[in-house]
C-alpha cells in the first residue's frame, strides 16, 4: 500500500494533523498554514500604499449622534466632532512629495466638574467610530521603575481594542481620564520624586508628541524577556478629560486681579459680565499650569474645552430624554417582569433636587433613584399581583429618607 505524503513538503500522514487530499496531490496542514501566510503577504505587497479609506462622519452628523446620548454640552460635543473629524481627514492625506503642508493632529483636553459627562461623552464617541478606540485612567499611572502601570499600558488597551492589529492601532484614538490626578504636587521642585505626577507627565510627552514606543502586548510591567510590539503614536489622536477640583479658584484669582488703586468702568463692565457659576467657561492654559500640569504637556494639548456644570432643567433632561436615559432603563428592567413603571413629574423634580444638593452631578442621579426604587426592585420580581408601579413624591421621599443614600449630604 501507498504511503500518504504532502506533495510540498514531503511529511507522511502519520506524522501531521490533517492531510487534504486532491485529484493527484495531498497537503498537510503545515503547508496549508504556511501557505495563507504567504497569501496574506503578497495580498500587502500589492498594496498601492494609498491611506486607508474610512467612512468620513461630519461633524455636524457626530454632533447629532451625540445629541441623542448626551445633554446639553454643545462647545464641548463641537470641538470633539471637529477633532475627531479632522483626525479621519489627516490619516487619508495622500503623500505629495511636493506638497510642504503636513497636518498635524490635535490633541483635546476636557475640563469640567464630576458627573457633567466627559467619560460618557467619550464612551458615546466610541459607539460610533470607524478606528480603534480605547479608554484609559491615569490614576493608576506611575514612573517607569515604580509601583504602579507604565504610561506604555495606554497603548495595550488600544491595541487590544484593535485585535493586536499595529496598523488600525496607529490610527485610532485614546481618551486618557482622570488627568488632573497625575498634577504637580507642589510649585517647587523637591528632592524626592513625583512618581505619580509629574514624572507622568513627562512620560505622557513622547506618547502625546509622537514616536515609536514599545508596548508590553499583554500589559503589565516590562521584564527583559517580554516580547515587545512597536507602536507609531504619531496618528493616534490623544483626548484627555479631567474635574480639575479647585482649578475655578485659580481662574477666579486670575480674573480678578487688578492693578492697585481705582479701576477705570470699562475694566468694572467686563468684570459685571463674568458668569460667577460657570467660571470654567474662561479657563485657559495659564490655569493648566497654575494647577499643576507641566508646559510641555500643556504644549502638545493644543485644544482646551470645558464642560458647563448640570443645572437642574439639564438633569431633567439627563432622566428622562436621552436614548438612554435613567427611567427607560428602569421602564425596561421593570418591562422583563412585565410590571409598568411611572415616574411623576413630581417625583423626577424631588430626584433632580437632591442631586443638585448632593454636587454630585448626572452620577448621583442614579444613585438616587436607586435607593427609590430597590424596594420595589427587591419584592415586586416574587409578586404577581402587582403590574403597576408609580413613582409619586411621597414615594420618592418615604423610601429615599429610610436610604443610607440621604447620609451622603455634602456640606
Request: aromatic share 6%; net charge negative; glycine share 6%.
Amino acid at each position: 500500500m501507498t504511503q500518504v505524503t504532502c506533495s510540498f513538503c514531503g511529511r507522511k500522514k502519520k506524522d501531521v494533523d490533517l492531510m487534504v487530499s486532491g485529484i493527484h496531490a495531498h497537503i498537510c496542514n503545515y503547508c496549508i498554514d504556511q501557505a495563507f501566510q504567504i497569501l496574506q503577504e503578497e495580498k500587502k505587497t500589492k498594496d498601492t500604499g494609498d491611506k486607508p479609506s474610512f467612512n468620513l462622519v461630519k461633524p455636524k452628523e457626530m454632533k447629532e449622534y451625540l445629541d441623542q446620548y448626551v445633554v446639553g454640552q454643545d462647545e464641548a460635543k463641537k470641538v470633539i466632532a471637529v477633532a475627531v473629524y479632522n483626525h479621519y481627514k489627516r490619516l487619508m492625506q495622500k503623500v505629495d512629495p511636493d506638497d510642504d503642508i503636513v497636518i498635524e493632529k490635535s490633541n483635546i483636553v476636557m475640563v469640567g466638574e464630576t458627573g457633567t459627562g466627559k467619560t460618557y461623552l467619550a464612551r458615546t464617541l466610541a459607539n460610533m467610530l470607524q478606528v480603534p478606540f480605547c479608554i484609559a485612567d491615569a490614576t493608576v499611572l506611575t514612573e517607569a521603575g515604580y509601583v504602579g502601570e507604565d504610561v506604555e499600558s495606554i497603548l495595550t488597551r488600544l491595541l487590544q481594542a484593535a485585535d493586536y492589529e499595529v496598523e488600525n492601532a496607529e490610527q485610532g484614538i485614546v481618551y486618557i481620564d482622570e488627568l488632573d490626578k497625575i498634577s504637580r504636587k507642589s510649585d517647587n521642585p523637591s528632592i524626592t520624586r513625583d512618581v505619580s505626577g509629574e514624572g507622568v507627565q513627562q512620560a505622557l510627552l513622547k506618547l502625546l508628541e509622537g514616536t515609536a514606543v514599545n508596548v508590553p502586548p499583554q500589559g503589565g510591567r516590562k521584564h527583559p524577556d517580554q516580547k515587545m510590539i512597536s507602536l507609531n503614536t504619531e496618528n493616534i489622536l490623544f483626548i484627555c478629560g479631567g474635574a480639575f477640583d479647585g482649578i475655578k479658584r485659580i481662574i477666579e484669582s486670575r480674573l480678578n486681579t487688578t492693578p492697585l488703586g481705582f479701576t477705570s468702568n470699562s475694566e468694572s463692565d467686563d468684570r459685571h459680565h463674568i458668569d460667577d457659576e460657570n467660571m470654567l467657561r474662561y479657563i485657559n492654559a495659564q490655569d493648566l499650569k497654575s494647577y499643576g500640569l507641566i508646559p510641555e504637556l500643556i504644549g502638545r494639548l493644543p485644544v482646551l474645552t470645558y464642560l458647563d456644570p448640570l443645572d437642574k432643567e439639564t438633569l431633567n433632561l439627563i432622566l428622562t430624554e436621552p436614548k438612554n436615559a435613567l427611567t427607560k432603563q428602569y421602564t425596561k428592567l421593570f418591562g422583563m417582569e412585565g410590571i409598568k413603571i411611572d415616574f411623576k413629574k413630581s417625583a423626577l423634580e424631588f430626584i433632580v433636587d437632591k442631586a443638585v444638593e448632593y454636587k454630585l452631578g448626572a452620577r448621583g442621579l442614579r444613585s438616587i433613584c436607586e435607593a427609590i426604587v430597590n424596594d420595589a426592585m427587591f419584592e415586586l420580581p416574587s409578586s404577581k399581583e402587582v403590574k403597576e408601579l408609580v413613582i409619586t413624591r411621597e414615594y420618592a421621599i418615604e423610601k429615599f429618607e429610610k436610604s443610607r443614600v440621604k447620609k451622603l449630604k455634602v456640606a
